[in-house]
């Protein structure tokens, strides 16, 4: 299957600071990634869905102001957390689709904010 | 708004047990239908999917999905677990009138096998 990679695997940083995650396709464009948040033992919420070339769609609920996202090109989203708090700790993965029906998801981040 | 509902939180198995993890899913039109393992310390992985034609689904790993369109379900299955599948499972559903591959996903089920 296609491959998408996610960096950092693992972030730990101040309260106040902010916090950069990439999502990167390896092997395939994509014009659409997405973003989601899982608590412990819950289930992945989606965040905001990335389109490439323009603004992101968000959730409701979701900070915009807080949850940066950008889709610069074909193969690669990031997702900024502004001024960390330790509530933004969680899981982060985000997926990214060759075609509609069919989604690849990284590795997932660990946000630790202290 | 559609919703996944996955009944089992925690289901502990020995091995050699049959398994079968409820899915329900609230919306009237068109759906695609997934189920995704995720294994400690690794990403998520599609079992298996479906979008139309024969309602029960084989997958990976000797997991199979029956989709029952007048229950809004689709359980996965698999007859005689081993050790290597506990994991975490994820049912996922998607518009399939939608031109995005914005998935909505239950809640999950952990499921532990005993050796």
């Known amino acids: 299957g296609a491959v998408v990679s996610q960096h950092p695997s693992r972030v730990i940083c101040k309260s106040g600071t902010s916090v950069k995650i990439e999502c990167r396709s390896l092997?395939?464009?994509?014009?659409?990634m997405f973003w989601y948040r899982q608590f412990p033992k819950q289930s992945l919420m989606l965040m905001a869905t990335?389109?490439?070339?323009?603004?992101?769609?968000?959730e409701q609920g979701v900070e915009k102001d807080k949850f940066l996202i950008n889709h610069a090109s074909l193969t690669l989203s990031t997702l900024t957390v502004t001024s960390a708090h330790p509530e933004d700790s969680s899981f982060y993965i985000c997926?990214?689709?060759?075609?509609?029906?069919?989604?690849?998801f990284g590795q997932g981040t660990r946000l630790t904010v202290v | 708004a559609q919703s996944v509902s996955q009944h089992n939180h925690h289901v502990i198995l020995s091995e050699a047990a049959s398994l079968e993890l409820g899915c329900n899913y609230s919306?009237?039109?068109?759906?695609?239908l997934f189920w995704y393992v995720q294994y400690p310390g690794q990403h998520l992985q599609l079992l298996l999917k479906?979008?139309?034609?024969?309602?029960l689904v084989k997958g990976i790993k000797g997991f199979e999905a029956e989709f029952i369109k007048s229950k809004f379900s689709f359980n996965l299955r698999k007859p005689s677990v081993q050790w290597s599948d506990t994991a975490e499972y994820f049912c996922?559903?998607?518009?399939?009138?939608?031109?995005?591959?914005?998935?909505?996903f239950g809640q999950g089920t952990t499921l532990q096998v005993k050796p």
């Open positions: 997926s990214a689709s060759p075609r509609v029906t069919e989604a690849f």
């Open positions: 092997d395939f464009q994509a014009t659409t």
């Open positions: 990335s389109n490439e070339g323009s603004k992101a769609t968000y």
């Open positions: 919306y009237g039109g068109t759906v695609n």
């Open positions: 479906y979008f139309s034609g024969d309602p």
């Open positions: 996922a559903v998607r518009n399939g009138s939608s031109n995005t591959g914005k998935l909505i």
